[in-house]
């Protein structure tokens, strides 16, 4: 199938949202170091603080964007930098001279996440009054970042944590909720990592994958005082029916925590968090908002739906198909040539064996609804892709879908509704020919959804 032209404006819009959030741009242009004294921009004001208080600068950080973050801190502050360890999902490096890589697996924690854990803790643990820490925060960080908790009378496992990892991925709850179940089953998250810390000063700058930027939620708050509870976590499990699904000692903690009888991890206002600056730098928002200028560039009327999209995908689809159509037939919220963008996560709820991500799903869903209504659907295109550039477990950062395609599906014999029911987008975006590869974008700031209706 020879490609729409509008399929070559979503990639460039979608890339414009990209270079908005590039970590090493972004670290490179709001730190400034002018002597001894490292200045921040924080958009209203700086954050300053003269390096020459501190013995050594000791670097930490987990997440997929965090090597790039890792490359702008040295290209700043040079050999002021006395060492450091990240931990970033395969692939997903830079070079780096100052600071030690780890790679490891995501969503999925791995060996190499719970060797990552371990280091850094180890790191944590020598920090003093005279050591100034900064941690790089992205998404991906809990996966990346794993230290199995360990209480009196009983210890955690690798196999337990990627299997309740797993449960959570697969039942379709929310990060939120998955962030809140793992913050309590580690010895690095929830604040914890924070606590391990003291008593040094930590300087933590954190891009966000999270709907709404909670600081707690992006890596699981591996910095930030933890409100969730022990008993709320029991209580995600039983809404999900997960008690009988994930391992004994899984259970035994949560139980034995909300008893009181493990330790909860640190809440907002613990003496942890005395020392401790997080500091916001890239977030969904702000590639929305870059994405929407491009496209005005390309001579499109844009508006910006939301960049706290949630919920299934298979839901999110239909709603902007409804948009779409009313785009084109009614001129409601702009007029043509249109671009309607959106953002956030949505989740899947796994009912096959297949594979996909959730951009992937909902592009299918998506080109199954134009499939039913073809006519009707005609001049729409879709865009639904990952910033991280792997949309779930696969190469592809998302798809593409638009009326155009659906004489390839006839002509291939594809079944949307078929491949929906099996979780298979991949492969079936794969054989059509509308998958969109970027390979490792080195950022990580949730996704886009970008409607076109010229």
Known sequence: MTKPREFEHLEEIFRAGLARVDPLGMMTSRLTLSGSLLAVDLGEGFFE?????YDRILVLGAGKATAAMAQGLERVLGKRISGGLISVKYGHTAPLSRIETIEAGHPLPDDQSILAGRRIAELARSADEGTLVISLISGGGSALLALPLEWPGGALTLA????????????????????????????LKGGRLARLLQPARSLNFILSDVVGDRLDVIASGITVGDPSTYGQGLA???????????????LEVFRKGAAGEVEETPKPGDEAFDRVGNILLGTNLQALRAAAARAGELGYQTHLL????????RELARLLLGI????????????RPACI???GETTVTL???GKGGRNQELALAFLAGLREDPSGGEGIYLLSASTDGNDGPTDAAGAFAAAEQLAGVELLGLDPEEYLRRNDSYHFFDRLGGLLRTGPTNTNVCDLQILLIP
Do not use: F, W
Request: proline share 3%; glycine share 14%.
């Open 49 to 53: 603080v003269d390096l020459d208080d």
């Open 306 to 313: 939301t960049s706290q999209a949630t919920g299934e995908a």
């Open 160 to 187: 337990d944590k990627q299997a309740v990892t797993g449960a959570l991925l697969a039942c379709g709850a929310t990060i939120q909720e998955i962030n809140s179940i793992r913050k309590h089953l580690s010895g």
């Open 324 to 335: 779409g159509k009313d785009v084109r037939r009614h001129g409601l919220l702009a007029r």
């Open 236 to 250: 995600i499990l039983s809404r999900y029916g997960l008690e009988g699904k994930v391992p004994p000692a899984v």
């Open 341 to 343: 963008i959106a953002g």
């Open 351 to 353: 009912r096959g064996e």
